[in-house]
Nanobody, 125 residues
């Protein structure tokens, strides 16, 4: 398994931007599908975005499509989530995850075996 540590969360005003980072340990990072999920208070964890091992393929949940961008730097063992045009409903704990599946969508929690501890993003109105 791979160990994951998220960073970059915080408080941001509606309409603003934020970039989350997820640093991974281990030499096998470049072989994983990487994903971002989020969990708002009182709600289940939901899929946000995913990127394949090379970075050549991405997939987004409808609520964030056109506003969020996932990317990765395999040389730095890091995956990013650039969040623009943030809305109060984007407030959640954001989790980074590593998995092995790609090509059949949607992707769910069950497709990812390693998780970070999460980072809080709060969007004020």
């Amino acid at each position: 398994q791979v160990q994951l540590v998220e960073s970059g969360g915080g408080l941001v005003q509606a309409g603003g931007s934020r970039r989350l980072s997820c640093a991974a340990s281990g030499r096998t990072f470049r072989t994983y599908t990487m994903g971002w999920f989020r969990q708002a208070p009182g709600k289940e964890r939901e899929f946000v975005a995913a990127i394949n091992w090379s970075g050549g393929g991405t997939y987004y949940a409808e609520p964030v499509k056109g506003r969020f961008t996932i990317s990765r730097d395999n040389a730095k063992n890091t995956v990013y989530l650039q969040m623009n045009s943030l809305k109060p409903e984007d407030t959640a704990v954001y989790y980074c995850a590593a998995g092995s599946r790609w090509g059949s969508f949607p992707l769910t929690n069950a497709d990812f075996g390693s998780w970070g501890q999460g980072t809080q993003v709060t969007v004020s109105s």
